[in-house]
């Protein structure tokens, strides 16, 4: 099953035809799922907060280098299967660090939603965070 002419519309209106990579319009972008839909689909996460512009060398790159895919999961473009689109902070070339929800508008993503897409992640910054939240200085 194909993305809907509708959710193009609506990715085109969020982020304005520009890569969430690089923040670039180009030629080759393509919809990339945040979430992989896998071979044969699951139309289920055809859904505005799951979809982001990319370039399709970028796309390759992100699923045939580890390298590449290491660092899309950091930046939120690549996730899990079990992870909620929703829920995880992505940081976007185009809106920074935010989240993208199913009404297909952007959120800034306050201390809080930081936090929670950490603790989804699996990854726990929560100390860091908060001692950065409440002006301590915080070691790199």
Do not use: F
């Not at 399709?56 to 992870?83: C, M, T, V």
């Not at 939603?113 to 603790?119: I, L, M, T």
């Amino acid at each position: 099953m194909a993305i809907t002419r509708k959710l193009l519309r609506q990715l085109n209106q969020r982020d304005g035809h520009r890569s969430a990579w690089t923040g670039q319009d180009a030629e080759t972008l393509v919809p990339h799922h945040r979430v992989n839909r896998g071979m044969g689909g699951r139309p289920s996460l055809d859904r505005i907060e799951n979809l982001v512009w990319l370039e399709s060398d970028i796309n390759e790159r992100i699923e045939a280098d580890p390298e590449w895919a290491r660092i899309a999961r950091e930046r939120g473009i690549k996730l899990a299967s079990w992870q909620r689109p929703e829920a995880m902070v992505i940081d976007h070339a185009v809106h920074g660090k935010v989240l993208l929800t199913d009404a297909g508008q952007v959120r800034g993503a306050g201390v809080a939603d930081r936090v929670a897409s950490r603790a989804a992640n699996g990854v726990d910054y929560l100390c860091a965070l908060l001692d950065q939240a409440q002006g301590k200085e915080v070691a790199s």
